[in-house]
């Protein structure tokens, strides 16, 4: 398949259960990439600020249980 039309009506023409399959491979591959993604922001610290914000607004008591 190769466009996007293609592959649209491809999913289009799905039994549902095979759709029910595509559908949870779909939602674990968007996970797996998003878990990819993190790791590599953590990696390069890009998230570094973040995390030191966290941690002084936690030290100075400006935090709340959930």
Known sequence: MSNLK???KAILSL??????KL???????DDQRWDEQIE????????EAFAQEAIAD???GHCREI
Not at 15 to 20: I, L, R, Y
């Open 15 to 20: 039994p549902s259960h095979e759709f029910e």
């Open 23 to 29: 559908k949870q491979w779909f939602f674990d591959l």
């Open 40 to 47: 590599q922001d953590i990696a390069e610290g890009h998230l």
């Open 6 to 8: 293609e592959i649209e």
């Open 58 to 60: 936690f030290e100075s």
